[in-house]
Structures are given as C-alpha cells and as structure tokens.
C-alpha cells in the first residue's frame, strides 16, 4: 500500500494582517459571468460555497467592478459600485466565511476592455481590438480613484475579510503602468514612477477609506508583449506597493492581448508556467506572494511553497474544475482529481458572453 504524500508546506498556516491561513491554497478570482445585469444570484452563490467548502483557506472572489457601465468588462460582472448591491455582496461573504474559508472580493474598473462601455476610458488613447478609447482626464482619474475607495468600503461592510484591486490582466490599474498603453506626457506617463502613481494614488485612497482592513493586489508582472511591461519595471513597482503597506501581491501574467499568441498558448499548456514570475517578485518584497498558472498537482504546490517561490498557490480552472482538490491532495487521493484539460469550453462560452460551464463537471445527482 502506498503512503500518502505529505504536503507540510502546502497545509502550513499563514498569517496575512493578522487574518489566519489555514493552509497555502487559494481561490484565484476568475470571471464565470454567472452576475447577469450585476446582481447576485443562486448560480453565484452555489459556485463559491463549493469553492469555499474545497477546504482552501481563502476564496477570492472574481472581479466587481466599481463604476459601471463606463468599467464593467461585461453585463454579467458583479458590481460593488452602488450601496444597493451590498445586500448581495454580504450574502456571498456569509456562505464563503460559513465554510471556514476566509472572503475576499476583487474589485476592478477594465479600462480600454470594458466592454460595457459604449466609449471605453485608458490612460492614453491606444487602440485595442479595433476599438479607441478615451484618454482620462485628471478629473475623470479624481472620480475613479473614489470609486474605488468607495467600492472597497462596500465590500468590508458586506463583511469580506479582505479586498483585492486588480491590477492584472491589462485592465485599468495595469495599463497606467504599462508603457505600452501609457503614454502620457504628464505626471501619471512617461517614466516607471509616474506611470505608476494612479495605482499608488488609487490604493491610498482606498486605505483611507476601509481603514484597518487588508488590501491585497493583483499583480502584473510581464505583459509577454515587445512592447510591454516587463520584470525589469514591474519588480520595481512591487517595491513600491510592498512599500505602501499592501497586504499581499497575487502575481500573474499576460494580458488579452497576448493571451491568445501562440506561443503564449503554448506555454500556458504547462504546470506551473507563472512561477518564475512570482519567484521573481518574492525576492523584491516583504508582503507574501500569490502564485497561480495551472498548478495541477499537490507535489507542484508543495515545492513552490517549500522552495520559497511563494507563500500561496492560487487555484482558479484547477479548483474549478475539481472543487475537491485540496482534500484529495490532502488525504493522497490525488489520482481522483479530475484535471482541466484545455478543452476551452469555458473561455468560449464567456467570449459570447454565456455563463460558463466545465463540460468535466460530474452529472447532477
């Protein structure tokens, strides 16, 4: 009979602002677009009471936008940007908490993919997909700011743990920072410190308004463009947020517009293809580092965390896919794991904005 793997690392607590991990594994936002006009629903409801009864140790929830239509990705984003939705948001962080998960609710204005938007908003005039946006105005920046702040103050009186400002994938906060998309020739363009001052901005904000609350960042560290942000740059700004006091930095790469390059598909085949880039930025920071990118197997995770590549592992498709993940790994039923294989079923449903749906799923009972 073989014995089970013990995972030390992977199943070791970890304290983040004082808030209890009860293990290394989290739930890493993805976007279902399960929320039809914004609102919380059963199908919503149901899908992060699994995700928080998987036995991982905090769920973080997809992104809710701060200011729709003008920042929403879609119709079917959640939305935290008015005081009505709190009700809903207080409903979702009960059934997360209720499973002894900690809550933490993501939140996001898209910027230049806001496809909600009839005249999407951008730092810089920069087409994307055929489409130009706007660039803001230091006013229009002003205005977003406090929506951020005020979303955020939302989701701590809806009773989430944490909050997360989503600085990935190539939405807002990213594109300042990017010199691809930024090119201002004011105090918020040019060189790496002004472009990332409106994040900086936006996260102090925030922190005066939620007070005593963590705030985590979705982090992105190499847009895997030519012409766009790279370790050199991004490493640097996470000094910064480590500096200003954020909670943690979940590091991600790529954006929409390399996502879906072949040799980025081809590398996103691959377990574990994210973690040099949060290896990279943990040996510049103090906060604890989230790592995600397919991170398929309990050995994976457990050697990420053992070898100090980061403090997290972020499960998003894997733990959806099989929202029994960590117990299986945990009790060293790992060849019962039913894996994400590629098939893209979700993505494409999401691409004709449908709620998604994993055709790996077991049958309803």
Not at 201 to 220: C, H, M, N, S, W
Not at 251 to 276: A, Q, R, W
Not at 299 to 309: H, W
Not at 324 to 346: L, M, Y
Request: proline fraction near 5%; hydrophobic fraction near 40%; charge should be negative.
């Amino acid at each position: 009979m073989e014995e089970t793997p013990v995972y030390d690392h992977l199943f070791s607590p970890l304290e983040i602002d004082g808030l209890k991990l009860k293990n290394r594994i989290t739930m890493a936002p993805m976007y279902l677009g399960y929320a039809k006009d914004g609102v919380m629903n059963d199908a919503l409801i149901e899908h992060y009471r699994l995700m928080a009864a998987s036995g991982a140790a905090m769920v973080v929830v997809e992104n809710a936008t701060i200011d729709h239509p003008a920042g929403s990705g879609s119709f079917r984003t959640i939305r935290a940007d008015d005081d009505r939705f709190i009700e809903g948001l207080a409903r979702l962080a009960r059934v997360i908490k209720e499973q002894s998960a900690l809550a933490c609710l993501q939140i996001n204005h898209a910027g230049r993919f806001a496809g909600a938007a009839t005249e999407p908003v951008a730092p810089s005039a920069v087409e994307t997909f055929g489409r130009m946006p706007r660039a803001l105005t230091k006013d229009e920046m002003a205005h977003i700011r406090q929506k951020f702040a005020q979303a955020a103050l939302r989701v701590k009186r809806a009773g989430f743990d944490m909050v997360e400002l989503h600085g990935g994938t190539g939405y807002l906060l990213a594109e300042f920072v990017s010199p691809r998309t930024n090119r201002r020739d004011d105090e918020y363009g040019g060189s790496l410190t002004n472009r990332g001052r409106f994040p900086l901005e936006t996260l102090k904000a925030v922190q005066d308004a939620v007070g005593d609350f963590p705030i985590g960042y979705r982090f992105l560290a190499d847009e895997w463009l030519p012409d766009g942000l790279k370790l050199d740059e991004s490493t640097i700004f996470a000094r910064s947020l480590d500096d200003a006091g954020i909670a943690y930095i979940s590091v991600m790469g790529g954006t929409y517009e390399s996502f879906f390059l072949p040799e980025i598909v081809e590398k996103s085949h691959k377990n574990g293809y994210m973690v040099d880039l949060a290896a990279t930025v943990k040996k510049e920071v103090k906060a604890p580092v989230i790592t995600a990118g397919r991170i398929a197997t309990g050995s994976l995770a457990e050697d990420i965390i053992g070898r100090g590549q980061a403090d997290l592992v972020g499960l998003a498709r894997v733990l959806w896919t099989d929202s029994d993940w960590p117990r299986k790994v945990k009790e060293g039923r790992e060849e019962q794991i039913i894996h994400c294989d590629d098939c893209n079923t979700c993505m494409q449903m999401l691409m004709q904005q449908k709620p998604a749906i994993c055709p790996h799923w077991p049958p309803a009972k």
